[in-house]
């Protein structure tokens, strides 16, 4: 085929657009300003680096997570199969080892003979046909450049977890279990604390000194659902007991009693040598980042193989700029796709540069693109950031609260969430005959 598309960025987004393209037969130039340039948060030449954790959530079917990867697979999905080939154990969570990962995801794109891959830096979006997947941290003349067509950018702050070795972790101090029982009982290290324990610890916490932000990121939105540690813990005493530190579903074999609070630390690689804390993303220094964490029992002595660190976020407002099948309402030739799209998550952000693949190949063949049928996890989330309706629109991460509801109403949770995933999968299938 003649037609040529500019894929900029080769994160998860950017490298699901491009295979989608490739596989339909089109020639892709996929633009990628790593190694020559690295944003704040990255740091691998790779391809689809994972930043903020190596989890790509739950697995199961009867999870709003579970149904938009189950979806992804059916649709030809990139990112799944290289995943599942690089699993590290993780409860019921499907995550990843990062480098083997993407490693995996850059090889299957090199190998590609329709996908060229250029490293450069792009500045401006390009005429002609375009797939937009910078991600949210796309370079600043770029940011620019979207800004300018867009009338205006929104930013929020995502927040990176620390990462220990497991050497380090006092397992006197610990136990490995999974939440209820799911899972392998080695998947997660839990570090328990009792009440006097936590509150030394809240305090602390509290008190503790934060970095100074970079220029670019000196706004102080916080994004909800990667809020830092302290912040979260600034908001109440036992509000961390509710979120990251909740001890529902665990019994410590010491003591044989649910503990006061709990944190959980999920296996990093594949060879089960580092370990992340789970839910702990931090704007702290460094220094503090290591006494205050440091003041959880099993972690008293730990090493810290990557502390946390904060950085800015961009999407743009896409209710008002964009159409569900991810197209620039006022130039049809050109998408977006990824976080910068205001889909929240990894594997989100890879439905959408599906989404944003397959139709720019429709598009190009004088098809009809497609919106998924809303009683998918892809289909709402494609009708989420493009309703017109939405006001304050903010970032959405696959839920069962953006589905239609069933009828008759199913009073079991778990009862509910497995018949709209079948529902979901039924009505996909249906959809691609």
């Not at 930013?155 to 990462?163: L, S, V, Y």
């Not at 205050?292 to 800015?312: D, Q, T």
């Not at 696959?398 to 239609?404: E, K, Q, R, S």
């Amino acid at each position: 085929m003649s037609e040529r598309i500019k894929v900029i960025g080769a994160g998860l987004a950017g490298t699901e657009a491009a295979w989608q393209l490739a596989g339909a037969g089109y020639e892709v130039e996929l633009y990628e300003m790593k190694p020559k340039k690295f944003s704040p948060a990255h740091r691998s030449p790779l391809f689809a680096e994972l930043v903020c954790s190596n989890s790509l959530k739950a697995k199961r079917l009867e999870s709003a997570a579970g149904l938009l990867k189950e979806e992804m697979r059916r649709l030809g999905s990139l990112c799944i199969p290289c995943a599942e080939k690089c699993a590290v154990p993780a409860g019921g969570a499907l995550a990843v080892d990062r480098e083997i990962f993407s490693r995996l995801v850059t090889e299957k794109i090199n190998e590609n003979k329709n996908i060229t891959v250029i490293n450069e830096e792009v500045t401006a979006i390009p005429d002609g046909n375009v797939i937009v997947a910078a991600g949210p941290l796309a370079s600043e003349a770029l940011s620019e450049d979207i800004s300018r067509l867009c009338g205006g950018g929104l930013h929020f702050f995502d927040a990176a977890a620390p990462i220990v070795s497991l050497e380090s972790i006092d397992m006197d101090c610990a136990f490995t279990a999974s939440r209820y029982d799911r899972g392998g009982e080695s998947d997660y290290i839990n570090c328990p604390m009792n009440r006097q324990e936590y509150e030394d610890f809240c305090e602390a916490l509290v008190h503790a000194e934060s970095a100074e932000l970079h220029a670019f990121d000196r706004r102080k939105e916080v994004y909800e659902g990667c809020m830092p540690i302290e912040v979260m813990a600034s908001r109440g005493k036992d509000t961390m007991r509710f979120g990251p530190l909740k001890p529902v579903g665990l019994v410590d074999p010491r003591t044989g009693h649910r503990p006061w609070a709990v944190l959980q630390l999920r296996r990093e690689n594949a060879s089960g040598t580092m370990f992340n804390l789970v839910g702990f993303q931090t704007n702290l220094k460094f220094p503090e980042q290591k006494r205050v964490f440091s003041m959880i029992p099993a972690l008293k002595n730990a090493e810290f193989v990557r502390y946390g660190v904060m950085h800015r976020n961009t999407f743009i407002d896409s209710p008002r700029l964009l159409d569900g099948d991810f197209s620039f309402r006022e130039r049809s030739n050109l998408f977006f796709a990824g976080q910068i799209t205001g889909v929240e998550g990894y594997m989100e952000s890879a439905a959408s540069g599906m989404m944003a693949g397959i139709n720019m190949a429709r598009r190009l063949a004088g098809k009809e693109t497609l919106v998924l049928p809303p009683t998918t996890m892809i289909g709402a989330l494609s009708r989420y950031i493009s309703d017109v309706s939405v006001k304050n629109f903010q970032p959405m991460g696959a839920n069962f609260g953006i589905l239609p509801p069933m009828e008759p109403k199913i009073r079991d949770k778990q009862q509910r969430y497995a018949a709209l995933s079948q529902r979901g999968l039924r009505d996909l299938q249906e959809f691609m005959k």
